[in-house]
């Protein structure tokens, strides 16, 4: 997945000053950024504060890790079995 060039804190300050009263065309004129993307910022990102987007980042994280750990642990399982043979 591409890395956005922009972290959680410059996203939310860019919601906040859409909060402020600045008009979308213009925020995303001047930060470079299409209005598709703005929109799924302010959905994934709309009512979070900077720790809370902290937190959902760290989550996101564990969350991937724990998912590549059920991998490992079912491959592992699946070569004992066949190591066993198909007695199962």
Wanted: include cysteine; charged fraction near 35%.
């Amino acid at each position: 997945m591409r890395k956005s060039r922009f972290t959680e804190a410059q996203i939310i300050g860019v919601l906040h000053e859409h909060e402020a009263g600045a008009k979308i065309t213009e925020l995303c004129r001047r930060h470079g950024i299409t209005e598709t993307t703005f929109h799924r910022w302010k959905r994934k990102y709309g009512e979070l504060q900077l720790s809370e987007a902290k937190r959902l980042k760290a989550l996101e994280e564990e969350n991937r890790q724990l998912k590549r750990l059920v991998a490992d642990q079912t491959l592992n399982l699946q070569v004992v079995k066949d190591l066993l043979g198909k007695e199962w």
